[in-house]
């Protein structure tokens, strides 16, 4: 949903996309999850696959709205996560550096589409409130920003 938003709207300082979708299509074929595809059909099409109403998975596809991004995005993903496979974190985190954005990785390979592991918790939300608060302060935006166009892409967070 996340990523989706991302591509639908700039009203949000910063976005936080944990385990989310890049490319319906590449999700439907690759979840263990089936039933998750019935959540890009109509409703009179449940049961629907990507090779009998395609239009859907496009219609919601973030990676058809790549092109508009622009908020800084922190992408946490699990790398046990076989709910969502991790090529679709790896792939909002190329796209976003792709374009330029603003944007961070948390690997956390040994947790699934839950951050379970206390320490891996502790480091979840370490990672999450410094990255909101980094976007929700104009001085520490504006610095990140400052060293990000001189290619400077992380800015080192206390």
């Not at 998750?36 to 998975?57: R, V």
């Not at 969502?84 to 589409?113: C, D, M």
Request: glycine letters at 8%.
């Amino acid at each position: 949903m996340i990523n989706w938003i991302n591509g639908q709207t700039n009203r949000f300082k910063c976005l936080v996309s944990h385990d989310g979708v890049f490319s319906t299509m590449g999700m439907a074929y690759s979840t263990e999850e089936l039933w998750f595809n019935n959540e890009y059909c109509d409703i009179s099409e449940q049961g629907c696959t990507p090779w009998n109403a395609p239009g859907g998975f496009e219609k919601w596809s973030p990676q058809n709205f790549v092109e508009k991004w622009q908020t800084p995005t922190l992408v946490v993903h699990g790398g046990k996560d076989y709910r969502i496979p991790l090529s679709q974190g790896l792939s909002t985190f190329t796209a976003l550096q792709w374009r330029g954005v603003p944007s961070k990785l948390l690997y956390l390979p040994l947790e699934n589409h839950w951050t379970m592991r206390p320490q891996n918790s502790i480091k979840w939300y370490k990672e999450v409130l410094n990255w909101l608060g980094l976007w929700t302060n104009p001085e520490t935006a504006s610095a990140y920003l400052m060293n990000h166009k001189k290619g400077k892409k992380q800015l080192k967070m206390k």
